[in-house]
């Protein structure tokens, strides 16, 4: 067995909707069937029992190696915690060859998952030792490491819940919520909105004592301190007794409280000292640690904490007890978990020693036993939800210190008697305040019910039905993408709205051109949605991308499929045919949000059935509106667009909308055949899209496919008096509308310039000079700089095998060079000759010829 190519499926894609990890399988003759690998299911099963069900147990015959390799990848994450549910496994036309994927929730842990399945595979072949639990253990590890932490996840959790489309920008909790200039930012718990000054407040506990002060909130009394001395004069000059603490502490470190001695006191002060340079002391306020969450303006959650403690049975040391404690699965070494697990240091020990106790001590039944000064759940503390206990002067209170400092969220310490009282009544006071707090105490409290901290944070940074989304249209098709993207983004901005778009000719946002080169994959539709500048996105969504590595995005608005034809990369990633390739295209239209729209050809058959697989609307287009496709879907009320007496009609029922061919320069009056479809594929994402009609004829009549809006399509020049057709058209289908097209215009001499793409099958290239021959007196072929893997001369004589028989070609020149080419048959041109030059280098060759049109 050898696994090769393996990648990872970041979006939808081929397979699923769920990201994936994808790997090439190739098994030998023995392998496709696990029955003829003699103890081989059963040493499998030994060293992975909870294989369970996912391998079946009979019928081993249909079972090859390449499908247990996807039922243990699958397994191990299961049972190393990862909520996976997906895979298959598919046979390629060649023999032996499969395809696996495998459903992951973090990228590195679904690799991993991969190399372990493979492993122990192999072990079952080959009966070596597997160890399953390290195996389960270094998934675990990785998992714990790399995932969202419970506060982060619980804010992405209620993003997701609403729609909100996201995105993880580091490894860390550094997140993007929306798309464009919809978008907004966290990073733990702080947001977009999250002031630094205020957090630089927060963190200086001085100054948010004096303006909380300032403000009527109580707080307790305290100042800086210098050294350990000024430490214990401070404290005398406050009243003991008093809290030691970093002046930006955070998470409790280094925290010494209730202190009323002087050693106590000057030991306190070396300890906060290691953590921070400046050190506070305020009084000590007795009573209950309580933490508030404000969020906005209002208070969401509340809960009381208490430091970390065992209870003594009678029998067990206080180590014992401790151990008993962190066996709890809920705790863990760091933020992962609900709770963490009780630290046995020096601070601990030190605890224990003020209570006579050692960690060897055993503490009497029922007596309680603290291990620390502090109640932070990062210390081992717990927390008991009171958020329905809370008086509303407390509430209040905790409202203004938030707003005084100036954080949207912000975690309040309060220390007082009980939350049932305002603050005055009982001589409690804030002793903090924390921007990014922890949430972990809300959601999942040690003791009471957990808050949906999450979803206010999440509704105060979106108003209640905002999605953050930004109209997206998703283009797909064998030809006509890159016009119908370039229409649809100029609709748009007819509407006053600023587009990213991309295409094979790159990255566009408000008409300013940021990045080059074929940019019609999912890394740069990424790229487009994060752009702060961005109000609606219009992205051509190649083959290639997502054979590779997805959809960039998780739904779209609008998906437009213009047709499916031969010799779109035929043969390449197991797409052999036009109907694999219609399965691949039909990805973007199975992705369409549920009050969307798919826009589909109607008279390719191919396009015409993903309808059924939409889960949105559809909207069906066509020159003929007597299609049995299109006369079916209007009858049932439905939206369509056909061509009738001059027209661009769109009708809905009985409601038609009529756009006069004329009024859109792109068609030439509706002579030239695929610009009609293209202008009625745009239209009807523009529809789907809910522009107005005015927009919508205004942007029509406004468009221009010259070669500087629409580089290589269908570019016009006039060459003394000749006319030149400069297109990127490079497959059966694309030059067979381009022939169309020609021969409807009128002209004396017609001649084509042509080359082909090496990675095209033998049989495309033929017939692209097959169909030139019987429209072209004068055929140019050339070979261009780059034969994608072909020998020398080899495509040059596979066009000149095309014209064998021709009809109408008379002449044949073979030039070595896109630009000699040109130049040759431009010389070759008389006044009402006609010239279609399918060119390669678009934006050398469109330079090329504008340059040679200037000079005359």
């Keep these: 067995m050898d696994v090769s190519k393996i990648r990872a499926l970041r979006g939808p894609n081929l397979w699923s909707r769920h990201t994936a990890i994808q790997a090439i399988v190739t098994c030998s003759d023995g392998e496709c069937a696990i029955d003829k690998l003699p103890g081989f299911e059963p040493r499998l099963r030994a060293r992975f029992p909870e294989l369970g069900d996912l391998m079946p147990a009979d019928h081993l015959d249909t079972v090859s190696l390449a499908h247990a390799l996807e039922f243990a990848a699958l397994g191990l994450q299961a049972q190393a915690g990862c909520p996976v549910t997906f895979s298959r496994t598919a046979q390629t036309m060649d023999k032996g060859v499969y395809q696996v994927v495998v459903e992951y929730t973090e990228e590195d ?82 947001t977009s909105s999250t002031s630094a000054i205020g957090e630089a407040i927060a963190q200086d506990k001085d100054l948010t004592k004096r303006l909380l002060h300032a403000a009527g909130v109580p707080v307790p009394l305290g100042r800086p301190v210098v050294d350990a001395e000024d430490a214990w004069t401070a404290a005398q000059e406050i009243g003991l007794p008093v809290v030691v603490k970093p002046r930006d502490g955070n998470q409790g470190k280094g925290v010494a409280v209730n202190l009323s001695t002087r050693e106590q006191i000057l030991a306190a002060f070396e300890v906060a000292a290691e953590f921070r340079d400046e050190v506070m002391v305020e009084k000590y306020l007795p009573g209950h640690d309580f933490r508030m969450l404000v969020v906005g303006d209002k208070l969401v959650a509340a809960a009381r904490r208490d430091p970390p403690l065992v209870v003594g049975d009678g029998t067990s040391t206080v180590r014992q007890l401790v151990d008993q404690v962190n066996a709890d699965p809920r705790r863990g070494e760091g933020h992962a ?51 329905d206990d809370v008086h509303p002067e407390l509430a209040a209170s905790a409202v203004a210190a938030a707003k005084m400092v100036g954080l949207d969220v912000c975690g309040i310490d309060v220390v007082c008697d009980t939350v049932l009282k305002p603050l005055d009544e009982q001589g409690g006071g804030i002793v903090e305040l924390n921007a990014a707090p922890g949430l972990r105490m809300h959601l999942d409290p040690s003791y009471g019910k957990g808050r949906a901290v999450g979803e206010a944070i999440i509704a105060s940074m979106f108003p209640e039905g905002d999605n953050a989304r930004i109209p997206l249209v998703a283009v797909a098709g064998t030809n006509g993408k890159t016009t119908t993207v370039r229409l649809v983004a100029h609709l748009l901005t007819q509407d006053g709205k600023r587009v990213g778009l991309t295409g094979t000719d790159g990255v566009y946002v408000d008409g300013r051109q940021i990045d080059t080169g074929d940019c019609s994959g999912p890394k740069s539709a990424r790229n487009v949605l994060m752009h702060p500048d961005v109000d609606a996105a219009v992205l051509e969504t190649a083959r290639g991308g997502v054979l590779r590595e997805g959809l960039g995005f ?44 798919a826009v589909l050809n109607a008279a390719d ?151 082909g793409a090496g990675d095209r ?29 072909r020998a020398d001369g080899e495509v040059l004589g596979l066009l000149r095998e095309g014209l064998v028989g021709a009809s109408r070609t008379t002449t044949i020149d073979e030039i070595r060079g896109e630009f000699l080419a040109i130049d040759t048959a431009l010389a070759k041109l008389a006044p009402g000759d006609l010239c279609l030059i399918l060119i390669d280098q678009v934006e050398e060759a469109l330079a090329h010829i504008a340059m040679r049109v200037a000079e005359g």
């Design 109 to 190: 842990v679904g690799r991993l998952a991969f190399e372990l399945a493979e492993k122990l595979c192999r072990s079952a072949l080959e009966d070596t030792p597997f160890d399953l639990d390290a195996a389960l253990k270094a998934l675990r590890d990785l998992d714990e490491d790399i995932r969202l932490g419970p506060s982060t996840g619980a804010i992405v959790a209620a993003a997701v819940a609403r729609g909100i489309p996201y995105r993880r920008l580091t490894q860390g909790s550094l997140v993007q919520f929306g798309w464009g200039s919809k978008q907004k930012r966290i990073q733990a718990a702080e």
């Design 337 to 387: 978990t609900s709770l963490t697990k009780i630290r046995f240091d020096e601070i601990a020990l030190a605890r224990l020693a003020l209570q006579d106790y050692t960690a060897d001590s055993v503490p009497p039944r029922g007596a309680r036993v603290i291990l620390r000064n502090n109640a932070n759940l990062s210390t081992g503390g717990t927390a008991t939800d009171v958020t």
């Design 554 to 597: 998780d739904c779209c608005n609008v998906a437009v499929v213009t047709n499916i034809g031969l010799g779109d990369h035929l043969g390449l990633n197991y797409i052999t045919t036009v109907e694999d390739l219609g399965v691949v295209k039909r990805v973007i239209v199975q992705n369409v949000a549920p009050n969307g729209m």
């Design 605 to 755: 058959p191919i396009v015409a059935a993903m309808a059924d697989t939409c889960p949105g609307g559809v909207t069906f287009f066509a020159h003929d509106p007597h299609h049995p496709v299109m006369a079916t879907h209007r009858a049932r009320g439905r939206r369509v667009i056909f061509v009738a007496d001059g027209h661009i009609v769109a009708a809905e029922g009985k409601e038609e909308v009529r756009i006069a061919l004329a009024a859109v320069p792109l068609t030439r009056n509706g002579t030239i055949g695929f610009q009609v479809e293209n202008a009625m594929a745009a239209i009807g994402a523009a529809w789907g899209l809910n522009l107005p009609w005015e927009v919508i004829r205004r942007g029509l009549a406004t468009f221009v496919s010259d070669a500087a809006s629409v580089p290589g399509r269908f570019n016009i020049f006039d060459y003394r008096g000749a006319t030149l057709i400069a297109d990127y058209g490079h497959n059966p289908d694309a030059i067979a509308a381009l022939t169309r097209a020609v021969e409807a215009m009128p002209a004396g001499r017609r001649m084509v310039v042509i080359s």
């Design 761 to 789: 099958r033998d049989e495309d290239i033929r017939q692209q000079t097959q169909i030139l021959g019987n429209a072209f007196e004068h055929v140019v072929l050339y070979q261009d700089a780059c034969q994608r893997g």
